[in-house]
């Protein structure tokens, strides 16, 4: 069981350039999540679902957009980095509104 | 939006004390939930915990809804306990998970 992962651990963009982190549960949770977590902050929710093709907005997702096309994966995409994107990006899934579990992290640099 | 705040900001303890953690919260809520992050980034699930009382282990945790706050007891504290706490709730009558985190408590523990 290998829980919540996510892909790639670590990238660096330059500003303009796009990419999907992915995330996937092995938990056959229905609700899933995108949050970012900026250096001496809490966690901010940028996308969630609640279940397979469903997403709806969290409180920070301009610039980025999610998919939801199978229900154990949640895409997140960046379509044009910006500098102010730079942050450490969790998936977290719960079976519905329970507790949440969280992949290790990506950890994201735009130049 | 709700506003969550977490008291204190920092704490550093002795191997073997006891310490309370507060999470106050601006609105009812249907959902509060207690995480440990690690030194490491790792967000781990300690509780969920809209109201009463949970024990687990060394730890237990408090929320009265009524009263809008919530707290985190850490008893015989041991090294592999520092790291940052957060409180995250979700408030609204209906849940979805969205959670929204306080800024934590850093906590550190001396051997």
């Known amino acids: 069981n290998a829980g919540v992962t996510q892909t790639p651990k670590f990238r660096v963009l330059k500003t303009g350039q796009s990419m999907t982190l992915l995330c996937a549960q092995d938990?056959?949770?229905?609700?899933m999540y995108w949050y970012r977590q900026d250096p001496g902050m809490g966690l901010r929710l940028i996308h969630y679902s609640v279940g397979e093709g469903t997403t709806a907005k969290g409180e920070v997702p301009d610039g980025y957009n999610v998919s939801r096309l199978k229900k154990q994966n949640f895409l997140l995409g960046l379509e044009s980095a910006a500098p102010s994107q730079t942050s450490v990006y969790f998936c977290?899934?719960?079976?519905?509104?329970?507790?949440?579990?969280f992949g290790p992290g990506t950890r994201l640099t735009v130049t | 939006g709700i506003q969550v705040e977490q008291s204190p900001p920092d704490l550093i303890l002795q191997e073997g004390a006891n310490s309370t953690l507060r999470c106050n919260f601006s609105?009812?809520?249907?959902?509060l939930q207690w995480f440990h992050q690690n030194p490491w980034g790792q967000l781990i699930n300690l509780f969920y915990?809209?109201?009463g009382t949970k024990q687990n282990g060394r730890l237990s945790a408090t929320t009265v809804a009524t009263e809008r706050y919530s707290l985190l007891y850490i008893s015989s504290s041991q090294t592999t306990d520092s790291g940052v706490y957060f409180c995250a709730v979700e408030s609204g009558g209906t849940s979805y998970g969205k959670l929204t985190f306080g800024q934590g408590t850093i906590l550190t523990v001396h051997p």
């Open positions: 915990i809209p109201s």
């Open positions: 977290a899934s719960s079976w519905v509104t329970y507790e949440q579990y």
């Open positions: 609105d009812s809520v249907n959902n």
């Open positions: 938990m056959n949770h229905e609700y």
